[in-house]
């Protein structure tokens, strides 16, 4: 069953974080509700709708950026309550707007997650959870990765707080325990109670854009469902969950970071389906189900982050008008459009006045130059799908050029939703260390901007990006994402031990800490506080070839295994640097299986035989079109070439998509064949050319005797 919303824009605040806007119960069974929205100003507004205008409730004086929102109350009561936090300290409104509490949590850090249940509160900064009772400490935890989100099943007796962290894991928590871990497909960013009224059913978002449910229990849980994210659509920033369809049971509404809105029912099955999708311009923070905009019209309410809070309600919002009849707009359209022409007319003589005003204080003989300021909404994320960085760009006004400079070589990919035009600059790599110059104009409304790089594994260095918007006087921004040497790893939670391992050991006069900065130096999502305890081990995968390592290290001694040699020889490589920056002595020993080679180039065989192939269609694409127009037509040609003329569109398409895909592979060949002899103590660099004529005619087999002969 299909459903039809239809957006209303409703008022518009200061940028949002995510998780800070909250639909207040309603009076009323059908009745409308209240909307409570905190912003980076610090200001908590409070707003309802009559006849079609938002009124305000309360609305607080600014101070600093509000990082979370929450409703709550005494349990079993209406929880009407707002709860905001900003930096370390948590402040309590009723719903008129009255303050009644101001807490400090005492936390080094700021506060970004927080749950409110009755008399408990449960907050989160960066790696620390903290429960309160009645403002009293009650329970404690450190987690080893970041936490994104919490969330808190309550019963009578008993709270057991969910964390969901970094290193795609859910901890469940009892008292200052770990009571349980809970592994997920990708790192979770949001947690919401499925039934709010009670039960032990979680939904989780991750930042890839997978939702699942699970079922928590005493010891262990259960996963219900999971949904992939098979249309690259954007990760999840909120979710809840509201019966907007009307058939008695929960559907999940979901906000992403590419404005995607989605709204998932339950059919016979339990497993979810998609009802209704709707596209914002910008990444979506909050959302919620209930009645806002009219009397018994459910709709899902949306907070942008730039500050834009919308419905997609069920009310009809066009007039259909019968056969011969006229459509005249209701006394309260009417009205409508007169104010918002009027508000337009008083907004214009603002924007007059403020430019001769900046007129004459920018030419006076005591003028200051001031910057403007402007908030970045920034991610640089390893997707597992294709290999690639996805860094997105948002903006709070509109984006007028972006610049990009890498001091390493790194391979810019189509982004199909970028709109924007790239012109590249010539650049010297040699005295400037310039590998890429390339600047993106971008639309004239443009406030977020997708983009994608492909790094290659052993080269590490600088991106930066300079974000120019629209504003005046011109300003720019500068962002920096480091490009590690294991660049393309991704953290997993388990590996496949039976694969041909090599072993690279460390010993040296190093502490805990020392090793733990170099692992985080040379490899992407490991936490960047020292893990507690004395010894830790992490599993990583390759994300392009889908070789493995595993990294086990403490005080004084570091264990590495990789299927992949060349992998070893990188971390070899910048150990080694690192640790000579920092005057230790290392002892490095490795252990080299020869079998591995092998593992690895039939691991690389099917990608580089699909690659080939592909080479070799898109090359005949143009002499078979020649043969087509001359011919008239192509049914004299044998099937195969016909088939690469019906796809040749889909085919050009692809390898436009992957630059340098081949060259990457070939790269990767001749690599792993330097790196084997390397760990033998023999150079055969001058094999190379010899090695790239056998790859020019590629054959598995004469590959492996080449690898085995030199």
Not at 72 to 93: D, M, W, Y
Not at 377 to 387: E, P, R, S
Not at 621 to 649: C, M, P, T, W
Not at 653 to 680: C, N, S, V, W
Request: with cysteine; hydrophobic share 35%.
């Amino acid at each position: 069953m299909e459903i039809h919303l239809n957006r209303v824009d409703y008022i518009q605040v200061g940028v949002t974080s995510q998780k800070t806007m909250r639909l207040l119960p309603a009076l009323g069974k059908k009745a409308t509700q209240k909307v409570a929205v905190a912003d980076h100003d610090g200001i908590l507004t409070c707003f309802g709708m009559k006849k079609g205008e938002a009124v305000p409730v309360f609305k607080t004086l600014p101070g600093q950026k509000i990082a979370r929102l929450d409703l709550g109350g005494a349990a079993g009561t209406p929880q009407e309550k707002v709860f905001v936090c900003s930096g370390s300290h948590v402040r309590g409104f009723t719903k008129k707007g009255k303050q009644f509490l101001t807490f400090e949590a005492n936390l080094t850090e700021s506060i970004n997650a927080m749950h409110v249940s009755g008399a408990d509160l449960f907050v989160c900064a960066s790696y620390i959870f903290n429960h309160y009772c009645d403002c009293k400490d009650q329970h404690y935890y450190l987690s080893g990765d970041k936490i994104n989100d919490i969330s808190c099943l309550s019963s009578e007796n008993l709270s057991r707080p969910i964390l969901a962290c970094q290193d795609r894991v859910l901890r469940v928590l009892q008292g200052s325990e770990l009571a349980y871990d809970i592994e997920v497909p990708g790192p979770p960013s949001v947690l919401e109670l499925y039934n709010k009224d009670g039960g032990e059913e979680v939904l989780y978002g991750t930042t890839d854009g997978k939702i699942g449910l699970v079922q928590i229990g005493e010891s262990a849980a259960a996963t219900k469902w999971e949904i992939d994210n098979d249309k690259k659509k954007g990760g999840i920033l909120c979710i809840d969950t509201y019966d907007i369809t009307g058939d008695g049971v929960n559907d999940i509404l979901v906000g992403r970071d590419d404005g995607t809105v989605e709204v998932f029912g339950f059919d016979s099955s339990s497993e979810p389906t998609l009802r209704f999708e709707h596209v914002l311009s910008e990444s979506v923070t909050s959302i919620q189900g209930g009645c806002v905009g009219k009397e018994s019209y459910d709709e899902v309410l949306t907070a942008t982050y730039t500050g834009w809070v919308t419905g997609l309600t069920t009310e009809p919002q066009k007039a259909e008008a019968g056969p011969g009849d006229e459509v005249r707009m209701s006394k309260e359209i009417q009205s409508k459009v007169e104010a918002l022409r009027a508000e337009l007319e008083q907004l214009q003589v603002k924007v007059l006045q403020g430019r001769e005003q900046y007129q004459q204080t920018s030419q006076s003989s005591t003028a200051v130059s001031a910057v403007p300021v402007f908030c970045i909404n920034d991610k640089f994320t390893l997707c597992q799908d294709d290999a690639s960085y996805s860094l997105t760009l948002e903006v709070q006004t509109a984006i007028d050029n972006l610049l990009l400079q890498s001091d390493v070589p790194i391979d810019l990919l189509d982004v199909d939703k970028n709109s924007a035009v790239v012109s590249f600059s010539e650049c010297d790599s040699e005295p400037n260390g310039n590998f890429l110059l390339a600047t993106y104009r971008c639309q004239a409304n443009t406030t977020r901007l997708e983009l994608k790089v492909r790094s290659i594994e052993g080269q590490y260095g600088t991106l930066q990006a300079y974000i120019t918007p629209r504003l005046q006087p011109k300003t720019c921004q500068v962002r920096q994402y480091q490009i590690k040497p294991l660049s393309l790893h991704q953290r997993t939670h388990s590996i496949d031990q039976e694969r041909p391992m090599n072993r690279l050991s460390l010993v040296g006069q190093f502490s805990f800490a020392e090793i733990h900065s170099w692992v985080v130096f040379c490899l992407p999502e490991v936490p960047e506080k020292t893990p507690a305890g004395e010894s830790i081990t992490f599993y990583f995968h390759n994300t392009f070839l889908g070789t493995q390592l595993e990294a086990t290290y403490c005080k004084g001694e570091g264990h590495f295994k990789s299927d992949n040699i060349s992998t070893i020889s990188i971390l070899n490589d910048v150990l080694s640097k690192e640790a000579t920056k920092r005057k230790t002595n290392l002892n490095i020993s490795y252990d080299i299986n020869d079998d591995s080679v092998s593992h690895t180039l039939k691991m690389i065989h099917p990608k580089l035989q699909y690659q080939l192939l592909l080479a070799r269609k898109v090359q005949l694409i143009d002499a078979l079109k020649e043969l087509q127009v001359h011919e008239g037509n192509a049914d004299f040609l044998i099937a195969e070439y016909r088939n690469i003329l019906d796809e040749s569109a889909n085919l050009l398409e692809e390898y436009k998509k992957q630059p340098a895909h081949l060259e990457r592979l070939y790269g990767m060949i001749t690599d792993l064949f330097i790196d084997k002899f390397k760990f033998k103590g023999q150079n055969v660099k001058t094999k190379v050319s010899s090695l790239l004529e056998i790859l020019d005619n590629y054959d598995l087999n004469s590959l492996l005797d080449f690898f085995n002969e030199a």
